[in-house]
């Protein structure tokens, strides 16, 4: 005898998404049923080309063969790719199928309605939604290693692709003076990254009287540029000085470091006072506020800030290191930067620089160094404490004679190594 059974939506809160379960007449084949969670999902901000797909799982929870067919509908459907569109499911079987937007979208927000269906079934949808932003901002911060002791020559300073740009912090004469209005550079502005980006001058020389202003900042950009697609712009936000203890950078802590409060002997130092004075008398309160403003900035105009490079420890901590250890005071600076600027904890990447590795009285060397009570050991796993740390070696990159410096050829090496791992991270997975 058959018997009839009428179709059933049953809404059930779960730990994971809305269960949905739909069935349809019980006779001679069987009862017909799939269950699936899935809730509406916004892909996260990113740009085109570069989103990770979503994957939903369909599960036949009757006992008899059943076909799904998954669809699009919606204003912006054509943006999104759904595969595969059809799952033949066998009794009990779980198949999935995934949503993603399409490449090489213009910038905008796109949206459509997913719906999963099977014969003789009552459908299931959600809905998808993406926003494109192709302006990439980075923030770069630390001591002389990042702010630039190699000198920026002819290679470096030609070829620079109009798609990297820096928004230039200080005003002041960047590029060795070179360049539209000889070099000049406003606050607040996006300049081709035409590399002096970070040293001002026409002709800013370092202790042993060569020629400065060459940064990882400058291959790591331009390393980006190279392997991501042509709609993408890579911006880098720079702050760094010569000699800075990791005090100078973080939110609170800083202006007692710079009243001398609780500091370690010797700290700051000269080269640090001037350093922050020069941040200061261009109208910031302190370093980690040149980050913060320049960031939002950049937000304000629309960009997504997509992570962090990090080149600090040969002046290690700034305060004794028995009242907080380097790891520690770095994941404070990390942490209020991201609630500063909005982002979610956690969510950027943030890639840490191994000082040269020489032997001179104050190198720190590639194990990470006593300075930094070895936090940059590839092998202590830094991710034990702040789980989006990525360490960058500096194996093999060369100095430029003193055992601390790097020269401009172990300069690019870094550079380049930054980069590759934050494509990786970024654009890759």
Request: aromatic share 8%.
């Amino acid at each position: 005898m058959k018997k009839s059974v009428c179709l059933r939506v049953i809404p059930l809160i779960i730990v994971f998404g809305l269960l949905i379960s739909a069935c349809s007449d019980e006779n001679q084949e069987g009862t017909k049923s799939f269950t699936m969670t899935q809730r509406n999902y916004v892909f996260p901000v990113t740009g085109a080309g570069y989103s990770r797909p979503l994957s939903v799982q369909v599960t036949n929870s009757g006992d008899t063969a059943l076909t799904v067919t998954v669809a699009l509908s919606g204003t912006n459907a054509a943006h999104f790719v759904i595969s595969p569109a059809t799952l033949n499911l066998s009794a009990g079987a779980v198949g999935s199928f995934t949503v993603i937007p399409e490449e090489d979208l213009e910038e905008g927000t796109y949206r459509a309605t997913v719906t999963v269906s099977a014969a003789g079934l009552s459908s299931y949808t959600f809905n998808v939604s993406c926003s494109i932003n192709n302006f990439h901002v980075y923030i770069a911060f630390g001591q002389s290693n990042m702010q630039g002791p190699g000198t920026a020559e002819a290679q470096d300073q030609t070829g620079v692709s109009e798609r990297f740009k820096t928004l230039n912090v200080v005003i002041g004469t960047y590029a060795y003076g070179t360049g539209p209005n000889s070099g000049l550079r406003n606050k607040g502005e996006w300049y081709t990254a035409v590399p002096p980006n970070i040293i001002e001058g026409v002709n800013p020389t370092g202790m042993m009287g060569t020629k400065t202003g060459l940064s990882p900042m400058d291959y790591f950009g331009r390393t980006l540029v190279e392997k991501t697609k042509d709609h993408i712009t890579i911006g880098v936000i720079a702050v760094a000085n010569g000699d800075m203890a990791l005090a100078s950078f973080h939110k609170t802590r800083a202006e007692d470091y710079y009243r001398k409060e609780d500091t370690a002997p010797g700290r700051p130092s000269d080269t640090e006072m001037s350093g922050m004075n020069r941040y200061k008398n261009a109208g910031y309160a302190n370093m980690y506020d040149a980050i913060i403003q320049n960031a939002q900035i950049a937000q304000n105009q629309g960009a997504v800030i997509k992570g962090i490079i990090v080149h600090q420890g040969e002046s290690g901590i700034g305060f004794p290191a028995d009242t907080i250890t380097w790891r520690d005071l770095l994941t404070e600076i990390y942490d209020s930067l991201l609630d500063d600027l909005g982002l979610t904890p956690n969510s950027l990447p943030i890639l840490l620089g191994q000082p040269f590795g020489g032997n001179g009285p104050q190198s720190v060397g590639n194990d990470g160094g006593e300075n930094l009570g070895n936090a940059l050991h590839e092998n202590l796993r830094i991710q034990r404490y702040l789980r989006n740390a990525w360490i960058i070696s500096s194996a093999g990159c060369a100095n430029r004679g003193d055992n601390i410096h790097f020269s401009s050829a172990g300069i690019r090496e870094l550079g380049k190594r930054y980069g590759e791992k934050m494509f990786e991270l970024i654009y890759q997975q």
